[in-house]
């Protein structure tokens, strides 16, 4: 419709394969085939395909692409790692990639722990993200960290951060407070680190590694943790249950001082969407299994959407996914979820649904969340068939041939 002679031309001059077809102004079936997949038959909107969002909103605001076990290439037991699966991921536009980290014999060393799958090195990985972060797009990177290392090989960790990464990493002054977290505008070419993080006392000296011996962390909402059944993963807790719970011994681990320093994004464990509001600061974020996820955006979607109208909240695949398949993401961004981790290496409807939803804005991997999820007055009950309140419903038609 409202295509002309000469634009029809131009078409067959592009996409028609075979110069006699061309110099013909004849179409092929391979040249109709080239057509139909090219960008004037895309059903993205030819707009939004540069960075059009407002990205001067908190990064709680929007849905960022990220990657689950980004080193490996296959499955979840046996598999290869490999540095290059970062490259990958970064320049696709992942922006939350993720570094398993243990003990090697003289390195930190990067693997699915527990399991037989090949190991790369901690420095290679730092130095992939320095050269690769920002190819594709200029806004901020998270490294989230699952931290299984020995304090030693916690300070190299620490001292690689430092200095191959050196001034890309975003620095939070302890006496910094803030009601919202920064937006991506202002985080442009910026790495966060997400990890567990000591109190700001604990903290304090042992600028010599020598005499940084690390102080105690709890290590019981690392994503590593198995998925319970239990009724408190709804979120909601009685006063008394959750006096118990916060009186039973939580296993512990040892975080060196200099690398909690330089973590941004705290890893905290989730007890309540109330207790969230009451105590949780904007730069501290907690990690949900696909299970748990499901429970509480089914019980509490209301609540679980107002939470990360303000918190960064991180998704990951359920354990028994030794295959590396995917979970449908579109539960978790139903409820506002920003970091809805997937499993890269494995093509599927899952990573069809994410890569349509970071294909716009540029490819930045970053996307706004509609209004209803960042608005502080909207509700949102994903189990209600009813309008969503200053929503106004899109009508979506496909025409396949006839007049």
Known sequence: KNISIGECENFIRTYEPSPEGREELMLSVDGFT????????????FHHRPVFEDMSQPLSHYFIASSHNTYLMEDQLKGPSSVEMYVRALRKGCRCVELDCWDGDEEPEIYHGYTLT??????????AVKEHAFATSEYPVILSLEN????????????????????????????????????????????????????PEAEAGADDDEEDDGGDVSDEDEAAEMEKGSSSEAGQESTLEQRK???????????????????????????????????VKPF????????????????????????NKRQLSRIYPAGSRV??????????????????????????????????????????????????FRSEISLVDINSKSPIPGVVPSLFKIKVGGD
């Open 284 to 307: 501290q974020m907690s990690s949900f299994g696909e299970s748990k996820t499901q429970k509480l955006a089914s019980a509490y979607p209301h609540l679980f959407a107002n939470y």
């Open 118 to 127: 090949s190991h790369i090195l901690f420095k290679d990985v730092i130095a």
């Open 148 to 199: 299984h290392c020995s304090v030693p090989m916690q300070r190299k960790m620490a001292h690689y951060i430092k200095t191959i990464l050196g001034d890309d990493v975003l620095w939070i002054p302890d006496n910094v407070d803030v009601d919202f977290l920064p937006s991506p505008e202002s985080l442009k070419g910026k790495i966060l680190i997400k990890g567990k993080k000591l109190k």
């Open 34 to 45: 080239q057509f139909l997949l090219g960008e004037e038959c895309s059903i993205l909107n």
């Open 323 to 372: 295959t590396s398949s995917n979970y449908n993401p579109q539960s978790a961004w139903n409820v506002g979820c920003q970091i809805v981790a997937l499993n890269y290496q494995t093509p599927g409807e899952p990573m069809d649904l994410n890569d349509g939803r970071f294909q716009i804005n540029g490819k930045s991997g970053y996307v706004l969340k509609p209004d209803v």
């Open 245 to 279: 719970k916060s009186t039973a011994p939580a296993k512990k681990i040892k975080l060196a001082k200099t690398l909690s320093r330089i973590v941004t994004n705290q890893a905290v464990h989730f007890v309540s969407f109330d207790a969230s509001a009451a105590a």
